[in-house]
């Protein structure tokens, strides 16, 4: 990573991540309406426009709501690369035409002229594609990577952790947040082109879940600026 994390304010989740904060890039978009959950390609292209163009980076996206920003982030890549999906849902739905959503953006960018395989982990079933591949979240499974000479772009949607430890607004998995920082901790030695993260809780400030979500987001910040720039939480 060369650059501090990107953080995109769709809501105020991230103003009560106050050490979050103090070390990104904000940008703020709440005053772009009827981008929740389902977005026109029209706003899309005006969202694009906003969300300055950071190159390799940690962006920070909000509620899973919008994680079909991640798809905002693929079509920048001008090079081939690989996606690690990390994520309760496969987000592969169908949607509405003209529209893109949070739970369809994969099928948009799987026609991405660079994006190769798509690697998955998470709860969902995989039907029709032969270029997505689950792996699992066991250690023993994950050293084929190695073996991908492409790039790979990694986007963690916070809903995979089991809801005893984080509350999310959507239907969560089973992984432990260790579990986690450890498969992360495992691919952060790979050529990483890329990573964002969504999955936040509710903006509430009286719930426990946002002072959990900032601490592994700065765990994951560590995680993967450690090796290059041990300047970014000193």
């Known amino acids: 990573m060369n650059v501090r994390p990107l953080i995109l304010h769709f809501d105020d989740i991230y103003f009560y991540q106050k050490i979050l904060r103090s070390i990104g890039k904000e940008v703020d978009l709440r005053g772009i309406s009827g981008v929740r959950y389902l977005c026109s390609m029209e706003k899309l292209y005006e969202l694009e426009d906003k969300i300055p163009n ?21 079509r920048r890549i001008n090079e081939y690369f690989n996606l690690l ?11 509405f035409d003209g529209f ?26 995989i039907e029709g594609s032969d270029r997505i591949i689950r792996i699992g979240e066991n250690l023993k499974q994950l050293p084929f990577l190695k073996k991908v000479e492409s790039p790979i772009y990694i986007s963690v949607d916070k809903d995979i952790i089991n809801n005893s430890f984080l509350e999310t607004n959507w239907e969560q998995g089973c992984l432990s947040v260790d579990n ?4 992360l901790s495992y691919i ?15 903006p509430n400030p009286f719930d426990p879940s946002i002072r959990r979500s900032e601490e592994i987001n700065l765990k994951l910040i560590n ?9 970014i939480l000193a």
């Open 180 to 183: 986690l920082l450890e498969i």
């Open 188 to 202: 952060s030695a790979f050529n990483i082109i890329g990573i964002d993260i969504c999955g936040e809780p509710r």
């Open 100 to 125: 893109i959503s949070c739970g369809s953006w994969l099928k948009d960018a799987l026609n991405l002229k660079y994006l190769g395989y798509v690697f998955y982990i998470g709860s969902d079933t």
């Open 54 to 74: 950071y190159g390799k980076s940690i962006t920070f996206i909000g509620s899973g709501d919008f994680h079909y920003v991640t798809y905002i982030l693929l």
């Open 223 to 231: 995680l993967f600026y450690e090796k290059e720039d041990k300047r």
């Open 85 to 95: 999906l990390i994520d309760n849902h496969l987000d592969i739905r169908e949607t």
